[in-house]
């Protein structure tokens, strides 16, 4: 069996934590990066490319006028697609769980989340195809 010994543990941190500083290093240097990543709002972060672009024309010169929106529009993407993605797991995970019979009412409590969380995820992805 293997033991759990300090330096085990970092090794392994540092190799979980590895391919996030890879995409971290990334993202300086390429905005798509910062569209393909699951995050709300990450308009600022984009925003940064243009704004140093505007003081020097010559850095990153492939960003052309269309692209800020085509990114914005891959990042909300890419969001609702991980959300739904967590919606799916939550749904199977109250399908596995349905059997349980004790005092607990942790279906009901799953399904009344998995119920809210479909209807607010439903009703923000119909506004920003509104939009």
């Known amino acids: 069996m293997n033991s759990y010994k300090e330096k085990s543990v970092l090794i392994r941190l540092a190799l979980v934590l590895l391919p996030f500083q890879v995409v971290g290093l990334l993202g300086i240097f390429f905005p798509w990066v910062f569209a393909l990543v699951p995050v709300y709002a990450s308009e600022i972060c984009l925003c940064?490319?243009?704004?140093?672009?505007?003081?020097?024309?010559?850095?990153?010169?492939?960003?052309?006028?269309?692209?800020?929106?085509?990114?914005?529009?891959?990042?909300?993407?890419?969001?609702?697609?991980?959300?739904?993605?967590?919606?799916?797991?939550?749904?199977?995970?109250?399908?596995k769980i349905r059997h349980i019979n004790d005092c607990t009412m942790i279906k009901q409590e799953c399904t009344v989340i998995c119920l809210w969380w479909l209807f607010i995820s439903t009703i923000e992805y119909l506004a920003f195809i509104a939009m």
Do not use: E, W
Not at 64 to 79: E, P, R, W
Not at 85 to 95: Q, R, T
């Open 48 to 95: 940064h490319f243009y704004s140093v672009k505007a003081r020097d024309p010559n850095k990153f010169h492939y960003l052309g006028d269309g692209l800020m929106t085509a990114m914005q529009i891959t990042n909300v993407f890419s969001f609702n697609l991980m959300n739904f993605f967590f919606l799916y797991c939550m749904i199977f995970m109250v399908y």
